[in-house]
């Protein structure tokens, strides 16, 4: 965990328009998983925690830098967008709970009225109709059943 935890360092010491300009971010994401041999996976945790600590609104501050995330999913293909939720699920449970949990919900919906996420995609998985990517470093299944839980009004909304 040291070296993720350096790498996400190294994305927050990144100016605002840095942080906005999503192939700085990336390029530092790649360098980063070279430099300490991180699954690719990793890179939309790492970047997640790093350009939204807490005093970053992840809900206020998301439009400036989606263009990251959408790079990195596209990099990655259909498992990308797996990886993507997996990411969410770990930086609001195991991360951030406190401090931002509350969000949650309201940050799912933002990624529904934006096309990031299908509402389809969200229902399903919510529903255990679809499983990430149990091959993944970052599958956690009891993180994944406290964020189920925790956006369970957003999903019946949805529904």
């Known amino acids: 965990m040291f070296f993720i935890d350096k790498l996400i360092?190294?994305?927050?010491?990144l100016d605002n328009e840095d942080l906005e300009d999503a192939e700085t971010v990336v390029a530092q994401l790649n360098q980063g998983k070279l430099e300490f041999n991180l699954p690719v996976d990793f890179l939309h945790f790492v970047a997640l925690c790093g350009i939204f600590p807490p005093s970053r609104n992840i809900v206020?501050?998301?439009k400036k830098s989606e263009?990251?995330?959408?790079?990195l999913v596209k990099k990655e293909g259909k498992i990308g967008i797996d990886h993507f939720m997996q990411s969410l699920?770990?930086?609001f449970i195991r991360v951030y709970k406190?401090?931002?949990q509350k969000y949650a919900p309201t940050f799912m919906k933002k990624l529904v009225d934006e096309n990031i996420l299908k509402d389809k995609f969200i229902i399903d998985w919510s529903d255990k109709n679809i499983r990430l990517d149990k091959e993944s470093l970052l599958y956690d299944k009891k993180a994944e059943k406290q964020f189920r839980d925790m956006i369970e009004q957003f999903v019946e909304w949805l529904k």
């Open 67 to 71: 263009d990251v995330f959408l790079m």
């Open 9 to 13: 360092g190294r994305i927050r010491k």
């Open 98 to 100: 406190e401090e931002l």
């Open 89 to 91: 699920v770990l930086y």
């Open 60 to 62: 206020k501050h998301w």
